[in-house]
């Protein structure tokens, strides 16, 4: 069961601020939970419905650090985000801040707002084994809702920090490659090994800024050489 202060933290959650203060968030539906239990990740809380938690003790028992409770659907359904509640949601604490690392290619996020957008790019470069994205610090919060659920564990591969973008890429020993509706076609182009591929917010676009420090324009009718795809929709 859970108490109404348990309840009302829970719900708090939906929101930023809430999530900063008490550093975690929550990953909703069987197979995020699924991948995070499964994970080394530091669970605070598992709420579930009697038959989900019966058929995963197996992976709940990872996590003795855990507090376990078991709920009535229409509980969980109270506390979901979602439109069609699932039957487990989690209380994950956020990871520690992530250094850069060096990866052959990197996704450079420009402002990015829309939390399904954000959660697509993560979960694209997840299953194309892009192994970081730098998001500029006016990106929307990587630990929103229904980011974590569009990204389906794309957080747990992906390495994700927050850093300033001009000092990012003026830094950078690779390419950039800036994705603009005015430049070269992908298919024009010799086969790059490396580079930083930035992608610009849904409205405005990549800042004047940051487009200065591209050392190429480029234009994504649809898909990449070896993997690097990205959704037409998020090319503006």
Not at 10 to 34: C, M
Request: with cysteine; aromatic share 6%; hydrophobic share 40%.
């Amino acid at each position: 069961m859970l108490s109404k202060a348990q309840n009302k933290y829970i719900r708090s959650l939906s929101q930023q601020k809430y999530r900063k203060e008490s550093q975690v968030f929550v990953a909703e539906g069987d197979k995020i939970a699924l991948e995070w239990l499964n994970a080394d990740a530091d669970i605070k809380m598992i709420v579930g419905v009697q038959e989900w938690i019966s058929r995963h003790q197996g992976s709940i028992n990872k996590h003795p650090e855990a507090s376990l409770h078991i709920v009535e659907p229409h509980i969980l359904e109270s506390l979901s985000t979602l439109k069609t509640p699932n039957m487990v949601l989690l209380v994950v604490a956020l990871p520690e801040p992530q250094q850069v690392n060096s990866f052959n290619w990197c996704l450079a996020l420009d402002d990015i707002q829309d939390p399904g957008n954000m959660g697509t790019i993560i979960r694209i470069a997840d299953w194309f084994g892009w192994g970081q994205i730098v998001c500029s610090p006016n990106c929307v919060d990587v630990y929103n809702p229904k980011v974590v659920q569009s990204a389906m564990g794309g957080h747990l591969r992906v390495n994700i920090i927050t850093e300033d973008l001009s000092t990012y890429l003026s830094k950078a020993d690779k390419p950039i490659f800036a994705a603009a509706l005015e430049g070269t076609n992908i298919y024009q182009l010799t086969k790059p090994d490396s580079g930083i591929l930035v992608i610009g917010n849904e409205s405005k676009g990549i800042s004047e800024p940051i487009m200065r420090l591209a050392t190429q324009k480029i234009t994504i009718v649809c898909i990449l050489y070896d993997g690097i795809t990205i959704v037409c929709i998020l090319i503006v």
